[in-house]
């Protein structure tokens, strides 16, 4: 079973977790907020996590595709619900960037399946009620 370790170790909320492999997360809260930008803020993180389960799947599918994938990039952007206390992610926008040999349509399905089929963080998100968003480009 997978478990975090959360131990404050910087100001009011300046935060280390680690995973049971010994991996570590700094995490925080914004100055405005009574933070000292010692890490991520949590939501920040939910993003990451969808730009690395996204990331794992697609790169996974091209290699099973024969794709030659040089390098790879995605820039992750979000809106979250305003004048709520419980602000949840509203929209989410995907951008891969891919660098090889690579077919567009090949590209595309990799990534329609990744978000719409197999990474768990996107799933979780758009049961919280985000609408996600993808775009691509090749060799760009």
Not at 8 to 34: A, M, N
Not at 40 to 52: F, K, N, T
Not at 119 to 127: P, Q, Y
Request: proline share 2%; hydrophobic share 35%.
């Amino acid at each position: 079973m997978p478990t975090i370790q959360l131990v404050r170790v910087s100001g009011d909320f300046g935060f280390l977790t680690t995973d049971e492999q010994g991996h570590e997360i700094k995490q925080d809260s914004s100055p405005e907020s009574g933070g000292n930008n010692f890490g991520s803020r949590p939501m920040q993180l939910l993003l990451s996590a969808l730009a690395g389960c996204s990331g794992i799947d697609v790169i996974s599918i091209l290699k099973k595709q024969r794709q030659e994938l040089k390098d790879f990039k995605m820039t992750v952007d979000g809106e979250r619900e305003k004048g709520k206390d419980l602000s949840l992610w509203k929209t989410i926008h995907i951008h891969f960037q891919l660098y090889g040999d690579i077919d567009a349509d090949k590209a595309g399905r990799a990534i329609e399946l990744a978000i719409n089929k197999y990474c768990s963080v996107a799933e979780t998100l758009r049961l919280a009620g985000a609408t996600i968003t993808t775009q691509v480009t090749i060799n760009e």
